[in-house]
């Protein structure tokens, strides 16, 4: 009788251990259908728009099946960490980054051998320098900051002086904006450029610098900062100045903190975007392009999220949608 239950022990034993071999092995099956996703960002903390472009690559990339985690270098200016971040992904054998270059040439040799490990990569925001990544998804900076050019040609009726807070030396996105605004702020007006310094995409920063400038050209009509992030510093330099209501502000961005210092009366205008849709549309198309639903030689290099000009007559319809 012992025997015959010992025997009978073997094979519930043994059924159990095959049992259990064939849930690990659907385990590691599933996990191999599953894209692994690193969203790589600048800081989720002082910068709303890195923040809910980060959420939003990270949840639809979830939602579309995918393992999801956001990394963050930690600053405006963290371009080390970045590539440390980038590496130390290689070696986790991610599937998929998709990241906000900080320095669009110090991740150049991290990408390359991203690439050569197979790892698919979509910059988001900024754009890296080289031909590693699949596709960039932004706002076309130059144009949009060109809309917010105009806007201040037509409120200066053409002519007067300028200051521009430009973000931190080696940004894309920073460039393309301080370069969209003067060059075409100064086309066909006489409107002059008397100052244009970088504020590192940090209040502290633009408060200072703008302060400087402002030492120097006391008597400027309107100052464009390249970023929300950046014009609470600015005003705070108008202010200390003594220039409130004389100095007219445009920003960049539309966050529901720059669009309601529009309704306060503190910037005439801020050409906005849309951190969620680009980072929704970045995580779609890696993981499109690891799934094979995608071919990405189709794929343009640049995709443009859209772009929207507010001021005080469209402040509340905008402040619906705002991040």
């Not at 599933?30 to 960002?41: F, G, L, S």
């Amino acid at each position: 009788m012992f025997r015959k239950n010992s025997s009978m022990l073997h094979v519930v034993a043994l059924g159990l251990v095959v049992l259990f071999a064939l849930w690990v092995g659907q385990q590691q099956a599933a996990a191999a259908d599953k894209p692994r996703v690193a969203v790589v960002v600048k800081t989720l903390t002082g910068d709303v728009f890195q923040l809910k472009m980060a959420e939003a690559a990270r949840d639809k990339a979830i939602a579309l099946g995918a393992d999801a985690e956001i990394y963050q270098a930690g600053g405006q200016t963290a371009v080390q960490k970045m590539v440390s971040i980038v590496e130390d992904l290689i070696t986790k054998q991610v599937d998929i980054i998709l990241i906000s270059p900080l320095d669009s040439k110090a991740v150049v040799p991290v990408f390359k051998q991203a690439k050569e490990e197979g790892i698919i990569i979509v910059c988001m925001d900024q754009v890296a320098e080289g031909d590693d990544w699949v596709t960039f998804i932004s706002t076309d900076n130059y144009k949009a900051a060109a809309i917010g050019a105009e806007y201040a040609k037509k409120v200066l009726n053409g002519a007067g002086k300028i200051l521009v807070v430009e973000g931190a030396p080696g940004s894309s996105v920073g460039d393309q904006r301080r370069d969209g605004f003067k060059e075409t702020v100064v086309k066909d007006s006489q409107i002059e450029i008397v100052g244009s310094q970088s504020g590192f995409w940090q209040n502290d920063k633009a408060m200072e610098v703008t302060e400087n400038m402002l030492q120097a050209h006391p008597d400027v009509d309107l100052i464009f900062s390249c970023s929300d992030v950046m014009v609470g510093g600015i005003l705070e330099a108008i202010k200390l100045a003594e220039k409130e209501g004389q100095i007219k502000v445009i920003s960049f961005d539309g966050s529901k903190f720059g669009i309601n210092l529009i309704k306060e009366g503190k910037l005439i205008a801020d050409v906005s975007q849309f951190p969620i849709k680009i980072g929704e549309q970045a995580a779609e198309t890696g993981i499109g392009v690891w799934n094979k639903t995608i071919d990405p030689a189709t794929l343009p290099k640049f995709i443009d999220s859209g772009t929207k000009l507010i001021t005080a007559e469209n402040a509340d319809e905008a402040l619906k949608d705002a991040f």
